[in-house]
């Protein structure tokens, strides 16, 4: 079956790392993202990752994927308040058109 | 920036009205989808369309909802009798074609409410 599950809420201090985490249980996922949701906008890119990949740096966002446990997590290196968001992970696999969203991690930062 | 948008940002109804949400997708993208949010719960497909006509629903699309490309531009939800739970919002998107490494963008949603 089809579950991406994540956790509700996250608060950090500015300049502190952010990780948010996400579970799913679809092992035959070809790509995973991360999506930003601000507040009355709509969801933005942040990254994606291949399943065949461990990990992706881009900037100040490193995506690790482990596999094995069906788990991705994304690392915000120096938070800053322009980073207060909720933050979805969804995936998507060979033969639909779809992405699986998860519920979504408010992330707050506090300065 | 290219950019999906969605019309109005907003829309209150009566239940069992008929409601369609407009979006304008990107101009060289292929595929279409529709994605709803009901308040605190997870985003959730709803369809996808591509060469005029349906490529996959979810079981949450039924005979209530259809899509429509009626132009070159627009691409539109409409909900024939709205029932309360239909109230979410609701996310356009569009991809250039439909390999899992091409971005889906998202437009900014409608905010549908039924009373």
């Known amino acids: 079956g089809e579950d991406v599950e994540q956790s509700l809420f996250l608060s950090v201090r500015e300049g502190d790392s952010s990780v948010i985490n996400c579970t799913y249980t679809?092992?035959?996922?070809?790509?995973l993202y991360w999506y930003k949701q601000e507040p009355g906008a709509g969801l933005q890119l942040l990254t994606y990752?291949?399943?065949?990949?461990d990990m992706k740096q881009d900037q100040r966002l490193t995506v690790l994927l482990n596999k094995k446990d069906k788990h991705l997590s994304l690392r915000i290196a120096d938070t800053q308040t322009g980073d207060s968001a909720i933050y979805f992970c969804?995936?998507?696999?060979?033969?639909?058109?779809?992405?699986?969203f998860g519920t979504g991690t408010r992330l707050k930062v506090l300065a | 920036e290219p950019e999906v948008t969605q019309t109005p940002s907003h829309q209150v109804t009566q239940m069992g009205q008929e409601v369609i949400l407009r979006c304008v997708p990107i101009?060289?993208?292929?595929?279409f989808y529709w994605y709803r949010q009901i308040l605190g719960q997870k985003v959730e497909f709803l369809v996808s369309f591509y060469n005029n006509e349906i490529s996959e629903k979810s079981e949450i699309f039924d005979d209530q909802f259809s899509v429509e490309r009626p132009d070159g531009s627009n691409f539109t939800l409409k909900i024939r009798s709205t029932k309360l739970e239909d109230s979410a919002m609701y996310f356009c998107a569009s991809s250039e074609n439909a390999a899992g490494d091409n971005e889906q963008f998202f437009g900014p949603g409608t905010r549908l409410t039924v009373l």
């Open positions: 101009s060289n993208h292929l595929y």
């Open positions: 969804a995936e998507t696999y060979s033969g639909t058109y779809k992405y699986i």
């Open positions: 990752i291949f399943s065949n990949m």
């Open positions: 679809d092992s035959s996922s070809t790509y």
